[in-house]
Each structure stands twice: as structure tokens, then as C-alpha cells.
């Protein structure tokens, strides 16, 4: 399964770098991604990498989040800079085994999932 790390409190324009690990079997995730969930709200896509390197960014986060993965060690990370309210919410990291079929936003795509970590960010 999955593991995160990281989560906190932060203030507004503050930084926090989230981590996930895979744990307990071993298995290769072609992409890794995080989503978040907010109070209330659906589950979002935030951010996806591949094991090639290629990013997407959710419009919300581009230009202050940036995903990056340990291959070697099956890890996936997230940094996230420039903290507003709005990013608070239950971060969860997500494992394709295989290729995204129709679409990285659709959570059904992935096969694994960590427990999530929290962030919330105060004004």
C-alpha cells in the first residue's frame, strides 16, 4: 500500500513538502499522482508524473506545486510553495499500475491509494 507524509499546518504563503512511499509488496507504478479533498467537496486531481518524468499540473497549482518520483524507491513526492486557504484539504497519493485509459482526473483510473495526509493552510 501507500504511505504519506508531510502533511501540516502552514500559514498562507508558507511551504510544505509532502511525501509517499510504497510499502508492504513490491509493485511498479507507471504513473504516480496526488488528489486532494476538501471539506465538502469532491475528490480533485492535483498533479500526475509518469515513470518517464512527464508532469501535468492542475490550473490551481501550476507555478507553485511540483511533483517529482524516486523510481528506485517507488516514491512520489510533492512540494508545494506559495500555500493559500483554498489548498487546504486531505492530500492522497495514487498508484496506475498500468496506462491511463481515458482520463488522469478520473480517480477510477488508479489502482492504489494512500490513506491521505492532512494540510491546512490559515490566513
Known amino acids: 500500500h501507500l504511505v504519506e507524509s508531510g502533511g501540516g499546518l502552514v500559514q498562507a504563503g508558507g511551504s510544505l513538502r509532502l511525501s509517499c512511499a510504497a510499502s508492504?509488496?513490491?509493485?511498479?507504478?507507471?504513473?504516480m499522482a496526488w488528489f486532494r479533498q476538501a471539506p465538502g467537496k469532491e475528490r480533485e486531481f492535483v498533479s500526475i508524473?509518469?515513470?518517464?518524468?512527464?508532469?501535468v499540473y492542475a490550473d490551481s497549482v501550476k507555478g507553485r506545486f511540483t511533483i517529482s518520483r524516486d523510481n528506485a524507491k517507488n516514491t512520489v513526492y510533492l512540494q508545494m510553495n506559495s500555500l493559500k486557504p483554498e489548498d487546504t484539504a486531505v492530500y492522497y497519493c495514487?498508484?496506475?499500475?498500468?496506462?491511463?485509459?481515458?482520463?488522469?482526473?478520473?480517480?477510477?483510473?488508479?489502482?492504489?491509494w494512500g490513506q491521505g495526509t492532512q494540510v491546512t493552510v490559515s490566513s
Open positions: 495514487t498508484c496506475a499500475l498500468g496506462q491511463i485509459q481515458r482520463s488522469i482526473y478520473n480517480q477510477y483510473e488508479y489502482e492504489y
Open positions: 508492504g509488496r513490491t509493485f511498479s507504478c507507471n504513473a
Open positions: 508524473i509518469w515513470s518517464r518524468g512527464n508532469e
